[in-house]
């Protein structure tokens, strides 16, 4: 480095500005290339500029970051709950299948709650807590109190997350509501034909005076085999599916009957013979609980249908 080179350093650490340094350089004789060529043209910036660059930078990037996460908006979440099944017993569990779905990875709180179609009274509840959530099937298993009424029950789904939440329910029943026959009304007596030639004249019958008849009792299944319950002919179907199918034939409650003897043969073929489409899809969704997949294509009903492949991706996914 020159001693012009130093002086120039020197003054400019003192405070000097460049023009000042030229002017000094011109009265001492120095010729402008070489002031030129030692001063030049660079700007060595103040400290005051710096931390206003520095603030400048840091400020736009905030509002960078923050007109970032407006634009994005909220994480969304959604949710899809069904009932494996439309009937279920008191004291058993209902399982209830959820699909959860979200914008981004994230932790939720799922809970469930049965409560009663027409007070909304709670009946059970259980809850449970999800990790890196972003789609998600899972069954949840509620138990029901053993001395729960019959009737229409509601399964409320809530799911939470850090940034987001949903809710969804599905209804389902409790004990299986009986079939109401009606009576047919009575059949008007026929006046009997005018007798024609030396045919024997009818005596016209006089109507009864006595009360009519009850209703005859719906007849069993079989004028062979005695009246029998619906747990007397599952143990049958343990044994003799056959003779067990036979049984449910005429019963009252048949396709019931059908769906029980399925259940304890465990012999998916009967379910086909249930005619009701919603017992039909409880029977099959038995089946699907206990890992036959298979039967999720003969689902009518969607929801149910859904829940059997949800059902069945959640397996897959967690062997």
Do not use: H
């Not at 009304?185 to 034909?193: C, F, Q, T």
């Amino acid at each position: 480095m020159t001693s012009l080179d130093e002086y120039v350093r020197q003054m400019r650490a003192f405070g000097y500005r460049d023009a000042d340094i030229r002017s000094r350089l011109t009265a001492s004789g120095y010729a402008g290339a070489d002031i030129e060529r030692v001063v030049g043209s660079r700007f060595v910036p103040s400290a005051r500029v710096v931390v206003f660059v520095v603030l400048g930078v840091l400020l736009v990037a905030a509002v960078g970051f923050g007109l970032r996460r407006v634009l994005s908006g909220p994480t969304a979440v959604t949710l899809d709950a069904s009932v494996a099944a439309r009937e279920w017993r008191a004291g058993e569990p209902v399982d209830v299948a959820v699909r959860i779905t979200s914008s981004r990875a994230q932790d939720v709180r799922l809970v469930v709650e049965v409560v009663r179609a027409e007070s909304g009274a709670l009946q059970s509840v259980k809850g449970m807590s999800l990790v890196g959530v972003s789609d998600e099937a899972v069954v949840v298993s509620v138990p029901l109190p053993a001395r729960v009424p019959d009737g229409e029950y509601v399964a409320r789904v809530s799911v939470k997350g850090e940034a987001g939440a949903a809710q969804d329910e599905a209804v389902f029943r409790v004990g299986v509501a009986q079939p109401v026959f009606p009576i047919a009304p009575p059949i008007e007596p026929v006046a009997p034909e005018v007798p024609v030639g030396n045919e024997t004249a009818i005596e016209p019958v006089a109507p009864p005076t006595a009360e009519p008849p009850s209703v005859p009792v719906f007849p069993s299944a079989s004028s062979e085999e005695p009246t029998i319950s619906l747990d007397e002919i599952s143990a049958i179907a343990a044994t003799d599916v056959d003779r067990a199918v036979g049984l449910c034939r005429g019963q009252p409650n048949e396709d019931r009957c059908l769906k029980e003897v399925a259940k304890a043969s465990r012999n998916v073929g009967v379910c086909d013979l249930v005619q009701d489409v919603l017992r039909r899809d409880d029977c099959f969704g038995l089946f699907a609980l206990e890992g036959d997949f298979t039967v999720c294509p003969k689902i009518s009903t969607t929801g149910l249908r859904k829940a059997c492949e949800d059902l069945k991706r959640f397996n897959e996914e967690n062997p």
